[in-house]
Every structure is written in C-alpha cells, then in structure tokens.
C-alpha cells in the first residue's frame, strides 16, 4: 500500500470520487462503489440489498459477497464476477483498489482506493466489536474517509451482545412455555444471534423459518457452525413451547407466526434502543443487537483512522458532522441514493 | 436499582396482564427487602419525590454532550428522561449502582440543593436502563400500564391469598410494607388492618338476561335501580375518613365535599353522582371530577358530589358482612332514618311481584341516571369478589348505531397479528357540501374469534394505506355498534364520545351509504 504520508495539497479528492444518481462513482477507474442502478462497472462492499444490487455487468467483492450476490440473486450468469480478498490490491483504470475487512456481517469490506498518492476509504456499513461470524473491521489510514451514519446520534450506546442475549435467555425461564420469536434480519444478523445464542450456552434445537434457511446453509458452507437448527417448516406435531424461533422480522406481524403457542414477539436490532422505537416494531422483548458502529465505535474510527476529511453518508449525518468538526476534521455530509433508512440495521 | 429498572423495562413492553404479573411476582419473590417493598410503592402509586423538573435534566444533558448534539438527540427520541439515559455513559469509576432502598431513603432526606450531586453519580453508576427507570421514578410518571390493583393482585400470588385480604390490610401499611412480606411469604403472622379507613374487596354482581329469570324465584330476590355513577366504597373506620373506588383506589382527594360530609363510623358502598337539587346530573358530568388531584371550589359547586348507598358492611365498630343482605338492609334503612343526612341518600328498593312485572318497570324506566337493575338475593351475606348466584345486573338494553369501519390496528396478547381493534365513524356533511364519515369511537371486542378472523381478513383485503401499525380500510364494512350512551364531546373529531362501545353485529347486508348519521348520535345526548 502507498505511504502514510497524507496527500490533500494538490488534488481535490472530489473531482476523481463523487456522487451521481446511480451511486458513489470512482471516475479515474471508472466504476460505482455501491451503486443503487445496475452499471457496467460496480464495486461492492457488503450483501445488504441496499449495497448489492442484481444487474452489473461487471462486480468486484470478496468472494464471500460475491457468493451472497449469487445466493440471492439467481446466480447472476449475466454478471462477470470478480473475487477480490481481503488484503489483496487491483490496479482499476488508475486506481489501487483493494478490499479490507469492515466487520459488518460476512464477506463485508471497505473499499480502500488509491489514486495519485492520495487514498479514501469507503467504509461501507461497519461495527467494531468481535462478531463471530466474519473478521473484524481494520483501522486504515487515509485522507478522506467516507463513513456510514446509521447509529450516528450520542442516544446510541449498544450494550454489550452477551448482556442482551441474557435478557432473551432470562425471559425464557420467566415464561418457559410461550414461544420466543425472535425478528432477525436474513442476512447477518440472523447467523450472529445463533452464535451468540450457542456462545452463552443455549444448545437446544433453534427453529428457523424458511426466509433464513438459505443464507444459513450459506454461512455453514463457509466454515460457521451453528449447532442443532431446523425449519419450522420441516417440524411436523412440534409445539414450539418454550422454543426460541427465529424469523425475518415482517414474519412476526403476519399469519405466519399464529402457529406458535402465546408467542413473545423479539426483535433483534440496533432499534430497539430508542423505546418508541422497539413499540412501533410491536417487540415485547426488545434485543438491543446491531450489526452497525454506535456512536462511540463511530467516533473512535474517526480518531483511528485519523482522516483529515470524513464525508458521512447514509443515516442521521448532521450529528456526526457536527461532531466531527468539534475536533478539527473538515466534515460534509454526502448524499447518496438508494440507501434504505433502516431495514438491514 | 438494576433489577427493579428491568422489570420496569419488561413490562413497558409486555401489554398482557397475565404476563405483567409473572413478571412483577417473579422479581417480589427474587428481591430482598426493603428493595421489593419499595418497587411495590412505587408501582402502587404510594411513592412521591420533590422531583427532577425537566430543566434539570435538560441541563445535565446540554453539559454532557453539547447542546446541539442533545437538542438532535432529543428530537429524535422524543423523551427528555429517556434521551439523557441513552446520552449518559456509565463511569466504570463510579462504583456499584445503588440499590432502590438506597435511592428511595436518600430521595427522601435530599434537600433540593443536593439533589442533582446525587442524581449524577447515580447516573454515573447506572446502565441506561437504570437511568431511565431512575429518572422516571423521579419524574413520577412510570407508564408501565401497571394499575395499583394489579400490583396488589401479584403479591396476593406470591402468597397464595385472595386479593381482598391482601387489600384489606393494604391501607393499615406502608412502604417497604415488610410485615405484608414476612406474612406472605415467610409465615409472619396476618398484619392488623386495624380498619383505620382500610378498603373491603366488593361484592360483585354477574350480568343475567331475561330469559334466565325464569329460572330463579322472585320471592327470593330483591332489586334496586342500578345507578349511571361510578361505584364507591365510603369508609370511615378507626378515625379515618376515605372514599375508594371499586378497585381500591383511594379518591378521596377528588372529592373533598363527600368527606367532610363524613360524620359517622361505618363502611358503605354505594353509587357516586354528580346531583343537582334532586336530579342526577349525566355520567359525563361525574367525569368531570375523576382522576383530579385537586379540584377548584367552583367545580365542588357546579358538580355536587352525592352518594347513593345501597349497602353497609360495617357500622360503629362491628363488621355486617355475615349478615343476609336483608338484615344489613333493615340496619341501613334505621341508620339513615335516625339521621338523614346531605351529601348521603338510599337507593330505594324496587318492589316488584314478579318476572314479568320488574320487566314492565324496567322498561318504563326512562330516567337519565338508570342503567338497569340490579338484583340481589335477600339472604346472600357480603361476600368479596363476584361469587356466582346471590347478585345480579340486569342492563337496560344497550343503544346500538350502525357505524363505518374507517381504521384497523393489531390488537394485543393472544389477538396480536390479528386486526381487531376498529374505529368507527359516521357520515356528517362536510364544509364542501359532500358527506364525509367522521370518527365516533373505537372498540376491540364484541365479536366471536369466528367474526374476529373474517374481520381480520377483510381488513387485510380493503386496506387502502398504513399510518405505522393503523391501516385504513375502504369505508364500506358496516359494523352495528352497542353503547351505554352518549355525550358531546370536544375531544374527538366528531364532537360525540360513545360510552362502552363495542361491536354488536357485523352488517354485511347494509350498504354503508346508509350507515347513522353524527348528527342521529347527538339526538341521543341528554
């Protein structure tokens, strides 16, 4: 990688990195980061489907992501697909790309670009504390770091994820014949409440529904083992008493979930800190879970990245702005489309 | 403090009763005392702090982060006491978080100057929760959807007791209410309830239909107007003076011209009215003076409160409740005759022949201020809670409207997922000149489950557009609303309030076009 020495006298890093309708576009390598259209060229961080969008031409993410993207979207035979790993560099048009790990869920990546001596980071979505099902997001240098905002107000403080599932466990010897039917976002958030589950002891059977069956069998065929799972589906003359099940969270509200006997609705995410919050979502056990940096792991990437820039894209960006310029960094927000306000949190 | 901030936290999101009580009775049995005694008070209601006025908080919270970064965060959460929880970081510094005795004992010797000190190294100490159950029993209001009978309903759980000896000694104690713990669940011995004004669980009556009338004998039985108020329990015993409702909750603040008209030691129950000279003044007007902590003199003077007895369990110092109902009545009639009194009157016995002959009075019986009947066996003693068989409602017929369902939202508890709850309106003309439906009410009972997954489905086929978890329906379902009554109302849209709505039948046949007008609801104002 090129020298830590910070580059900003010359070049305005907005005239080669910039947004356009169709997303975040590199121009000197003539690709999207992102983009919310299909392109010909598209760089992808993560497999949210506000990130990985079906269509491109061409996509370069690690192969993880790139596995996801096939998952769901039908394999993507018209896709030319390009595996870049973690740590590994490309030379596109006339940018250094490479891809380092952002801790967000599997196969996520920031996107580190570099073009005549001076480097943006593209956090994509990111967190910092350990998740056991992907590694954790490295601190890299550089000039301008575009950073997500999702969380970004000093009301969020995730509590620690061992406390939280404590709670879910807690309310399980409370009411040990209702059913726990916890919400969990297919993609990320469903594999990291399993781990944590088994990781705090629980090792009776999890029940899924079908919605998260395939990104499971998808993390299982990189390496992540989730102990006894099954499909609701599959369970014939089950009662699901004092089970814990988990499903998307839009299951919870529909017909779906009247199968269960007296269920307790949960809901896994970085919400259901603000209580009005966790009410809207109609969760009675609110599991404070995010797959995204709090304000404090936002603020402390800014210090560790040391950026004497930072754009902030996607979220509440007015908070973190002002933060930033309270301690000396140039800070704008960015405004991208196509980012969902808060689906995949 | 912790454990009590997570049962608070658990029941502001749990809405089924029975759920709130495992919860509450889970943690009196888990936590100590004096801890458990003083959740108790504070989810009874029995606790009150000087207070952290909101100011205070905005201020901690301008200090800890700035006041952009708090004024964007208080935008969004939308609850000072909640943003400055979340905003707050817990100081691993501070040392252990204090227990709810520990905050309760220092709240109560704090002057105002050392109150915030304190506050902020709770803060300080505290996880979020902690800090948002603090500030909220600060600020006095928990919200928790827990009542005070429901609080005294799971400790009666905890130690196997019926609820009514659990509020008869309830008036006798006070916080951390230890003796009730020693007695409950380590064998001490029963607290005296000494009756110094203590509140004795009601006798209640089982709703009862025409037809099976038939199957009872009149002779037996004994019938009053049921009174349009709201039931009280006057009791004066042991030099305390006290007027609670039927749930045992102590109004006596509210209504300060009843218990200074308290001249007599007894225990009576009886129907609180609002009377003007000899007229009992609409429900509506009763209304105007509940749930007041105070109330102004010219509301004592515009709205008379008045009681109606109808019962006497118990009179200079001797408990009646043994006694048949006749024989407390021949005591209550002699007790009223020797001294009538102002704000006191009977509820006269209606005298009736037979079945047949009480329908025929029931239905001349157009009074304002009537709701029906009640019917009492002559040799039934008081007994608490609503045993089957001695005492009876009989309703006078309820109002019914045909009304257009305009929302729907989930119901709760075992109804969640299913769309039961339901507001309703009725056409009016709008200023355009176009008829419009208005809103009049909402209800979420009334139906079979059968009724409640065909509404359910209909909701689900006619939604037109979702406001969160409200979904509008096309105006077109037709629902036939019963309803004890009406008044104007300047709160709703509509200007009318329905009393007791609930949903009679499902009108399918009838195009809501021709559907009641607002304008048929406000004929039935009195």
Redesign the interface.
């Given at each position: 990688m090129a020298t830590d020495t910070l580059n900003l006298g010359s070049l305005n890093p907005r005239s080669w990195l910039y947004p356009t309708p169709r997303g975040l576009y590199c121009a000197p390598g003539d690709f999207y980061i992102d983009p919310a259209v299909a392109v010909p060229r598209a760089v992808i961080t993560h497999g949210h489907g506000d990130h990985a969008r079906p269509g491109h031409r061409n996509a370069l993410a690690t192969p993880e992501t790139l596995a996801i993207m096939r998952a769901r979207f039908q394999d993507m035979p018209d896709t030319q697909q390009q595996a870049l790993k973690y740590g590994e560099s490309l030379r596109i048009g006339e940018v250094e790309a490479s891809l380092v790990p952002a801790g967000h869920i599997l196969g996520s990546a920031q996107a580190v670009l570099e073009y005549k001596g001076q480097r943006i980071v593209v956090s994509g979505d990111f967190k910092r504390r350990p998740d056991p099902t992907c590694p954790p997001f490295e601190p890299v240098p550089c000039d301008v770091f575009i950073t997500e905002a999702t969380f970004a107000?000093?009301?969020?403080?995730h509590?620690s994820d061992a406390g939280e599932i404590g709670k879910l466990l807690r309310?399980l010897q409370?009411?040990p014949e209702r059913t726990h039917l916890v919400g969990v976002y297919a993609l990320g958030k469903c594999q990291r409440v399993i781990k944590l589950l088994r990781a705090a002891g629980y090792d009776k059977r999890i029940w899924l529904h079908g919605g998260l069956a395939s990104l499971c069998a998808l993390y299982q065929k990189h390496g992540i083992d989730f102990g006894d799972i099954a499909l609701v589906s599959d369970a014939v003359l089950e009662t699901f008493k004092g089970s814990i099940v988990l499903c998307p969270p839009s299951a919870?509200?529909?017909?779906w979930?009247?199968r269960f006997f007296?269920?307790?609705?949960a809901m896994a995410s970085g919400w259901m800190?603000?209580?009005?919050r966790?009410?809207?979502r109609?969760?009675?056990?609110?599991l404070i879970i995010s797959d995204h940096a709090d304000w404090?792991e936002l603020t402390q990437t800014l210090k560790d990245v040391g950026a004497p820039k930072v754009w902030v894209t996607h979220g509440?960006e007015?908070?973190l702005v002002?933060?930033a310029r309270?301690i000396g960094i140039e800070a704008e927000a960015l405004h991208l489309v196509g980012r969902e306000e808060e689906n995949e949190a | 403090m912790q454990a009590f901030a997570e049962l608070l936290d658990s029941l502001s999101f749990q809405p089924a009763r029975n759920a709130k009580l495992r919860l509450i009775e889970t943690y009196l049995r888990e936590t100590p005392d004096p801890d458990r005694g003083w959740a108790l008070a504070a989810l009874t209601g029995g606790l009150d702090f000087a207070g952290a006025k909101p100011a205070l908080l905005r201020s901690f919270g301008e200090d800890k982060i700035g006041a952009e970064l708090f004024h964007l965060s208080y935008d969004y959460v939308g609850d000072l006491a909640e943003t400055l929880a979340l905003i707050w970081e817990t100081d691993p510094n501070a040392g252990p978080p204090p227990s709810l005795g520990e905050v309760v004992e220092t709240l109560q010797r704090a002057t105002k100057m050392q109150t915030p000190a304190i506050l902020k190294r709770w803060l300080d100490a505290l996880d979020a929760t902690g800090r948002w159950a603090l500030l909220k029993l600060l600020t006095g209001a928990l919200r928790v959807g827990v009542s005070a009978r429901l609080a005294k309903q799971a400790v009666a759980n905890i130690g196997h007791q019926p609820i009514a000896e659990v509020e008869e000694v309830w008036h006798g104690l006070s916080p951390p209410y230890r003796p009730l713990f020693d007695w409950l669940l380590a064998d001490g011995p029963k607290p005296s309830s000494n009756m110094g004004g203590a509140f004795l669980s009601p006798m209640l009556a089982n709703p009862i239909e025409r037809a099976e009338l038939d199957t009872l004998d009149p002779a037996h039985f004994r019938a009053e107007w049921k009174w349009d108020g709201i039931r009280v329990q006057v009791a004066s015993t042991g030099g305390a003076r006290r007027l609670y409702s039927r749930a045992g909750e102590d109004v006596s603040a509210a209504f300060p011209d009843i218990i200074e008209a308290i001249d007599f030691d007894g225990v009576f129950d009886g129907e609180l009215l609002v009377r003007r000279e000899e007229t009992v003044a609409p429900f509506n007007d009763l209304q105007q003076r509940l749930n007041r902590k105070t109330v102004t003199p010219k509301m004592l003077k515009e709205h008379p409160a008045h009681v109606r007895l109808y019962d006497v369990l118990w009179l200079d110092g001797q408990d009646l409740r043994t006694l048949s109902f006749d024989e407390r009545r021949a005591r209550l009639e002699a007790w009223m005759a020797a001294k009538p009194r102002q704000r006191f009157d009977l509820s006269p016995l209606v005298r009736f022949t037979d079945w047949a002959h009480l329908a025929g009075l029931r239905e001349g019986m157009r009074e304002e201020g009537i709701e029906g009947l009640m019917l009492k066996r002559g040799d039934s003693p008081y007994l608490a809670g609503r045993p089957k068989g001695p005492w009876f409602k009989w309703k006078r017929d309820p109002m019914l409207a045909d009304c257009v369902m305009m929302y729907a939202q989930r119901g709760h508890g075992k109804r969640s997922s299913f769309y039961s709850d339901y507001t309703f309106g009725c056409w009016r003309d709008a200023s355009d000149g176009t008829r419009e439906l208005a809103p009049v009410g909402k209800a979420y009972f009334g139906f079979t489950d059968e009724e409640l997954r065909w509404l359910d489905k209909w909701v689900r086929d006619h939604t037109t557009n979702r406001f969160g978890p409200v979904r509008e329906v096309e105006p077109r379902l037709v629902l036939e609303v019963a309803f004890d009554g009406v008044a104007r109302s300047t709160r709703h849209k509509s200007g009318v309030s329905l009393r007791f709505p609930r949903i009679n039948r499902i009108r399918t046949d009838k195009p809501a076009t021709e559907a009641d007008t607002v304008d048929n609801l406000l004929r039935l104002v009195p």
């Open positions: 107000l000093p009301v969020f403080h509590p309310s409370t009411f919870i509200a529909d017909r979930s009247r007296d269920p307790i609705p800190g603000v209580r009005a966790a009410r809207q109609g969760a009675e056990l609110p404090t509440r007015e908070a002002h933060y309270s | -």
